[in-house]
């Protein structure tokens, strides 16, 4: 989601707003964690679905801006691979 809003048990509120921008770019997208320290630089893994399976993909060491073209080229490089075909 992009945005929630989160309540206490003593009912004061906060709001909470998602910083992957990929959230609606990618097909499929089940969840995404960014991240971005000093040492490790610009992080992001996220977990989506395409043709019936699961994938997870992680950039590390990227940029703030650059982790999710960084991403995009992953999941593109993936989805252009071909669905292995089972022996019997």
Known sequence: KAEITITAVDGTTAKASNTDRLLDQVPGM??????????????????????GHRYVAVVMGSTQEGRFSDMMQLVTATRAIPEPQLVQ
């Open 30 to 51: 089940i969840m995404g964690k960014t991240g971005i320290t000093d040492l490790a630089g610009g992080n992001l893994a996220i977990v989506y679905a395409s043709g």
